[in-house]
């Protein structure tokens, strides 16, 4: 079995929705039970996926992902992918315009699932509540203090000790992140951040896109009781899940094979979860 990690990178916001809602939004997007922690289902990646591949080779697509549902239990495809859960959120700042939020948390779990890669061999530090890490070049500070104004959330900028250098371990974990998604290291570092796991949570429930929406009439009027809401992870989110690749007897390519023939898609626009007629779900991803 080979793993690696998938890195999606939103370009517009993104609906991966789990049907009707019970609260106030109609339509709320996939979260984990236990963490509150929004995610991306391995099978909307996958089904993507598939798709690009079968425009250019139905039968490496049959062979990689398994057969068309008709003739599903004739065999297993090699490619099994997880979940592709939040690493880091956009989230509105006053100063710089928006920042790249993570917490230890989210960050212990990359480190798990990227093992035996850089990104294991760095360090997570616990955050105090009321207090924000940063980088070296970071944009997000107000004029010349130590605080940090995220939403309705003022933060203040945790100082270097002897035991944590937080600028130094912050910027480190930035430039794997861009690596990682293959966008602009500066423009990461300017605007990557670590918050505690409480104020991450508080923002995961309060920072997502909420949009009112109507259907019309032929006549463009509204429809009566024709108003929902609908909950979309916000641009330039980043997430992250893990491609197991198990050939089986059936598979007839090579593990190098079936990674060559996703690597077009990487160059391309995906779009994942619903409302794509709206322009909902562009990504880039990144296999690596």
């Not at 003739?71 to 989230?91: C, E, H, K, R, T």
């Not at 626009?269 to 709206?278: D, N, S, W, Y």
């Amino acid at each position: 079995m080979t793993t690696k990690m998938l890195f999606v990178h939103a370009l517009t916001p993104l609906h991966a929705g789990i049907g009707a809602g019970t609260d106030v939004i109609d339509l709320p997007i996939a979260r984990e039970v236990s963490t509150g922690i929004p995610y991306l289902p391995g099978s909307s990646i996958k089904g993507t996926l598939r798709g690009h591949v079968a425009k250019s080779d139905r039968n490496m697509a049959s062979r990689m992902f398994g057969p068309d549902t008709r003739n599903a239990s004739d065999y297993a495809g090699a490619m099994q992918f997880s979940d592709a859960y939040l690493v880091a959120m956009p989230i509105r700042s006053l100063a710089g315009m928006f920042a790249w939020v993570t917490s230890p948390y989210l960050l212990r779990r990359l480190q798990r699932d990227a093992n035996d890669t850089a990104i294991s061999n760095l360090s997570v530090n616990a955050v105090p509540l009321q207090s924000v890490a940063l980088t070296t070049e970071s944009k997000l500070r107000l004029g010349n203090t130590q605080r940090v104004v995220f939403e309705d959330i003022e933060l203040q900028v945790v100082a270097d000790t002897n035991e944590i250098r937080w600028t130094a371990n912050v910027d480190a974990w930035a430039e794997k992140i861009a690596t990682a998604t293959n966008i602009e290291p500066a423009f990461v570092k300017e605007r990557f951040c670590i918050v505690s796991d409480d104020v991450l949570s508080f923002l995961l429930r309060t920072a997502t896109e909420v949009r009112a929406r109507v259907r019309l009439n032929d006549d463009k009027t509204v429809q009566t009781n024709a108003l929902w809401y609908e909950e979309s992870l916000p641009t330039e989110s980043i997430l992250a899940g893990v491609v197991n690749v198990v050939p089986n007897a059936r598979t007839e390519f090579s593990v190098e094979q079936m990674f060559h023939a996703l690597a077009p898609v990487a160059n391309s626009l995906v779009q994942f979860g619903g409302k794509t007629t709206t322009g909902h779900g562009f990504c880039r991803i990144k296999i690596s």
